[in-house]
């Protein structure tokens, strides 16, 4: 039901019967190893190219959530996804791989929240009993399309962020054991005007506070209500400025309860810049890390708003600056 | 001694002028190397760039912008040899041996290792 102006409230609960988190070599290495199902030692997968490798990434968390729920994928009916790679084809040949009545969905790093909340509205709204929602991302592959290429050795400055090697996926049901979906916000686009690339962390932070505003206020709730609320991947540099205009904007989140999955993922001395980034950022770390404590009972009800630049190679290399968005979705034990 | 020190400071300062122009004037990679050629072959038009080499060795003659001078220290060379084709002749005369071997340990390097980044 829409509650507010841009949020939706789901009120059958729909419920994450099984979820995966799949990573690479670097991710291995990091704070939330051992809620990855699955750790690639090798950065190509065995693949012959990184977008191959990416797409594997997908197909096995699609693969191992479904086994996880315990359901079979032909009971599946719809299966929503999004990465990065130009026409979303790493989602896009994962469901020719699955078979599963597939929406391509493009929200940059915000499409795993926006693949989570439209998979849960349409099982609240009774149009799905099962859906699937996924998302990838692969760091080579990633830097190959938004940056250089890695042998070209360019240089990057402290506000870059290292894109995740992951996938996540997540099999949304109307009945069953796990954590349930309450609610969601679908952010609006904010552009203040940053151009650079590498500080995609500064360009988005105002989306993220932008949807948590939004959150908030339809909803008539406050941080109070949340164990925390983990923005997707504004890295060190954006969270510092997202702090700055929650402030700004009168809006009260404790030190404590606001963190960020680009900032948790890896660690400190790992050489990440200013953090993790890329749609498996806020992916794995959520349908890996965050779920496995709220099963586990450590965790009561969180907002995950996972945070999207949507720009591309070519727009940023025309000079226009970066429109972001942010999806909130809100997970209850 | 005082020759290392100024090879040092000069070197540096040249890769100084680069990280400006990349972390202060936003210019990307290619266009910082670019213009350090360009500058090169600019100092090296009015015969600068070799006094420059002369005063501070390796710190001027190893950095991108010595590049941008032998390109234009040959295309002269060959000029007034040959006349105003040398022009086209003779830019990669003195800069052909960095080329190859850009080529070559290139192709090698490929062979031995997976290149598709």
Redesign the interface.
Known sequence: MLQGHQSWVFENKPVIIGSAAIGGPFEAQGNFAADFDLLHDDLWLGQE?YEKAEKKLLEQACETAIKKAGVKKEDIQFFMSGDLINQIISSSFTARTLGIPYVGIYGACSSSMEGLALASLMVDSRFATLALAGTSSHN?AA??QYR?????G??K?PTAQWTVTGAGAGVVAQLGDGPKVTSATIGRVVDMGIS?PFNMGSAMAPAAVDTIEAHFRDLNVSAADYDFIATGDLGRVGHIIARDLLKKHGIDIPEEKLTDCGMLIYKDTQPVFAGGSGCACAATTTYGHFLNRMRRGELKKILVVATGALLSPMSYQQKETIPCVAHAVSIER | MEKFIWAFIIGGSICVIGQIL??KF?LT?AHTMCTLVVTGSILGGFGLYDKLIKFAGAGASVPISSFGNQLVKGALQEAQQTGIIGVLTGIFEITSAGISAAIIFGFLSALLFR???
């Not at chain 1, 250089?148 to 070209?152: A, H, M, Q, S």
């Open positions: 190219s080579a830097e190959k250089y290429p890695t042998e070209y360019a240089q400055p650079d | 990349m972390d936003k990679p290149p598709k980044g």
